[in-house]
Each structure stands twice: as C-alpha cells, then as structure tokens.
C-alpha cells in the first residue's frame, strides 16, 4: 500500500530516531505486517474471520 504524504510532518520511531517527510513524499506500508502483530491481536496466528467472537 504506497500513500502520499500531504503535509510535511516528522515521524518519531520507537528508538526515538527521528524522519522527516515532506509533502508530496510517498510511504509504502505492508498491511500484513501489522496484522501478525502480537501485541496488537491477541492470536494473530489465525485468522479473526474464522474467530467465533467476531
């Protein structure tokens, strides 16, 4: 997934390190990365379609 940046804005990574982007710039992002996030689902070795309390 590529977006478009719209405002010039910095981005502060959990290191502290710091980026910079300028509108215009282009961020690309691999939405299945996150989706396999413990921390962020509780089981995200399966699948929450095949979950029964969704």
């Known amino acids: 997934m590529v977006r ?5 804005t910095a981005f502060t990574m959990e ?3 710091v980026h910079n982007l300028r509108a215009g ?3 690309a ?3 299945p ?3 396999n996030d413990p921390e962020v689902f509780k089981n995200p ?5 095949l979950q029964e309390s969704c």
Request: proline share 5%.
């Open 25 to 27: 710039d282009r961020v």
């Open 33 to 35: 990365a996150i989706h």
């Open 15 to 17: 290191d502290g390190s």
């Open 45 to 49: 070795e399966v699948s929450s379609i």
């Open 29 to 31: 992002m691999y939405p």
């Open 4 to 8: 478009a940046i719209t405002e010039d």
